[in-house]
């Protein structure tokens, strides 16, 4: 693209600012359904990609580490039950990734700024920063603040233009969302106290959520023994009809923390704004300052006015969970992940002396040599594997070498296999099963399978995990292999997430008769029925793994390797491994045309995937060691 003397730049976060001003010669897409529409209208634009790359992770993770890192000195608060790490690392989270959005996009815009040198700047009009939750729901709903405040803080000669409002939420419908949560809680509420006769004779298990394959964990263990009675504290929408016939038939009892209320106490509003002002006030102004920016009010704004609402629900969550603990004392808490009120579990029951299992639903791999990675999955592991939990789930041996090298660890690790992986419990033959997912025409191809986990721009988790754009360029990467291939078929394995539905997606992945997005049915059933997963850092790696699935993990920057392993290099013997890896998008076809040919050969080496995987614990043995037994 060639640009005149006189350059403007468009920032465009919504597709509604695209009708209104194509005027610009630089047009920055900020989001997805912003590239979608623009594709289909066939003008070109860039994306976060033209911008930010390996340095831009890297620069994200260092500012980041060294802001956090004197917040953590500054906040202290403890409720009235003795809850205080809950609160600390809820805050935490969230601020994290809300710094994590105006570094990446400091850093792009300051890219932008330098590679184009605009004499003017388009952005979308937006709302004030103190009137955000404690998510960032739409990517751009700041942006202008972002580039204002680049742009004065460096003192540029740049005229800036505001465009479009923002629609906010309607009072009508804040009241009747108010109502909906009042009558809810009330009934669960109402529920709690007719059950509670019933529950005095079952051993109570407290279950953070059904996600990950709880349900069938859940399965297992009232199998294993009757008496227990699950209460789940969150459950999904898409699952209330069918805990609700449970809830009806006196199997268990379910909370909701989609429909709670209720305001912060003062105690802790006034801990928020405290802390608050110890940001805003921070002397080491160094740190706090990014291409010129200084964030200190930005983050203690955030502080006071956004983390708010994410913290009462906090607070409201405890005190439901104690009135769980005062009808009857549970015997064991099982819980996917430990954030906000699902920490405040684990921690509840450290208390009370009561078992608790944390179960990540991750994948966590030593990093030695890599210290950006170190940075990321140390702390990510504060809210998925290492928190206050009597007990952490240890489902295979890379997990096992990733939690025996933290050097603070708040729980003790129990092996117990894999718990929540998702299995493989096909009897049908191979064909049939490829032709009811695939299609007919499909059976007798090679199968690969791509799964992934991009962040959003709103939860961005650098260097460990793709960015959207980085996720849509490394899967037409594969489309291009895919189809230079004879006899192979790729299956996108699509999840819908924050900033990226499947209609926008769709459009922004090259066209071809060689793939097909898939975002229904089972993951095992299409894991099943693969030959190869390709994948960048997911989950899936593992649960690939202990499907007898060959996995090449592949990065177009060629900056991160999730799990170690060797690459498969034209010209020489294969190192027969039940994963690879490939940075290069020239040596992408090979590895995969050399893994295919071998796919019998490596699965013929057991005693290497054994290395990757622990068996499954058919008996439940890890539940008696949890009590003791």
Request: glycine share 4%; hydrophobic share 35%.
């Amino acid at each position: 693209m060639a640009y005149s003397k006189s350059t403007s730049i468009q920032f465009i976060g919504k597709p509604s600012c695209i009708v209104n001003n194509l005027r610009s010669n630089v047009r920055i897409a900020l989001s997805a359904d912003v590239q979608e529409r623009l594709t289909t209208r066939k003008i070109e634009f860039n994306n976060s990609d033209d911008y930010f790359g390996p340095k831009g992770h890297k620069s994200i993770l260092v500012v980041s580490e060294l802001i956090m890192r004197q917040f953590k000195k500054e906040w202290h608060y403890v409720d009235d039950f003795g809850i205080q790490h809950a609160y600390e690392k809820t805050l935490f989270f969230y601020l994290r990734l809300y710094l994590h959005y105006w570094l990446m996009y400091l850093y792009i815009v300051s890219q932008a700024i330098k590679k184009h040198s605009p004499k003017c700047i388009y952005i979308d009009k937006c709302s004030s920063l103190n009137n955000l939750g404690t998510s960032i729901s739409d990517n751009n709903r700041i942006f202008g603040n972002l580039v204002r405040q680049y742009v004065e803080s460096s003192n540029l000669d740049i005229k800036i233009v505001e465009e479009y409002e923002i629609n906010h939420k309607s009072k009508a419908s804040k009241r009747n969302s108010f109502m909906v949560k009042h009558l809810f809680n009330a009934f669960m509420s109402t529920v709690l106290a007719i059950y509670r006769p019933f529950v005095k004779n079952k051993k109570v298990l407290l279950v953070a959520d059904d996600s990950y394959n709880m349900l069938s964990l859940i399965d297992k263990i009232k199998t294993k023994d009757p008496k227990v009675f699950p209460i789940y504290i969150n459950i999904s929408r898409g699952k209330f009809w069918q805990h609700s016939k449970n809830l009806l038939t006196g199997k268990e009892v379910f909370l909701s923390q989609s429909f709670d209320a209720g305001d912060a106490s003062s105690s802790l509003n006034n801990a928020l704004l405290d802390f608050s002002s110890k940001v805003k006030k921070h002397k080491n102004i160094e740190i706090f300052n990014f291409f010129g920016v200084d964030l200190r009010h930005i983050l203690s704004a955030y502080v006071a006015k956004s983390s708010i609402d994410e913290m009462a629900l906090l607070e409201n969550s405890i005190k439901k969970m104690y009135g769980i603990f005062d009808v009857q004392k549970p015997c064991l808490a099982l819980s996917q992940h430990a954030l906000g009120y699902s920490y405040a579990l684990g921690e509840m029951c450290s208390i009370e002396n009561i078992p608790s299992l944390l179960i990540t639903h991750g994948t966590h791999t030593l990093q030695k040599e890599d210290k950006y990675a170190q940075i990321e999955w140390g702390e990510h592991a504060k809210t998925i594997i290492n928190a206050r939990f009597s007990h952490s789930a240890i489902q295979s041996p890379i997990a096992d070498e990733f939690f025996n090298s933290l050097d603070d660890k708040y729980s003790t690790g129990l092996k117990t296999g894999p718990l929540i992986y998702s299995r493989s419990k096909h009897d049908e033959p191979l064909p049939e099963l490829k032709e009811w997912l695939i299609g007919k025409m499909h059976v007798d191809k090679k199968i690969i399978i791509h799964a992934g986990t991009p962040k959003g721009n709103s939860a961005i988790r650098p260097w460990v995990y793709e960015t959207i754009d980085e996720y849509v360029r490394n899967i037409n990467d594969l489309i291009d292999v895919v189809d230079s291939l004879k006899d192979v078929y790729l299956i996108v394995r699509f999840r819908p997430s924050e900033g990226l539905n499947k209609a926008d997606f769709s459009k922004l992945v090259k066209p071809s008769d060689n793939y097909g997005i898939y975002s229904d049915g089972l993951f095992d059933d299409y894991l099943a029925a693969s030959d190869l997963l390709v994948s960048y850092s997911s989950t899936t790696i593992e649960e690939a793994l202990q499907n007898d699935v060959v996995v090449l993990q592949y990065d177009h920057d060629d900056k991160y390797m999730h799990i170690q392993a060797p690459a498969v290099i034209e010209g020489q013997d294969l190192d027969v491994n039940p994963i690879y890896y490939c940075g290069n998008k020239d040596e992408l076809r090979s590895s995969i045309d050399i893994i295919l040919k071998n796919i019998n050969l490596i699965k013929l080496e057991k005693h290497k995937w054994d290395l990757y995987r622990y068996p499954i614990d058919e008996k439940l043995e890890w539940l008696d060691k949890l009590h003791g037994k």
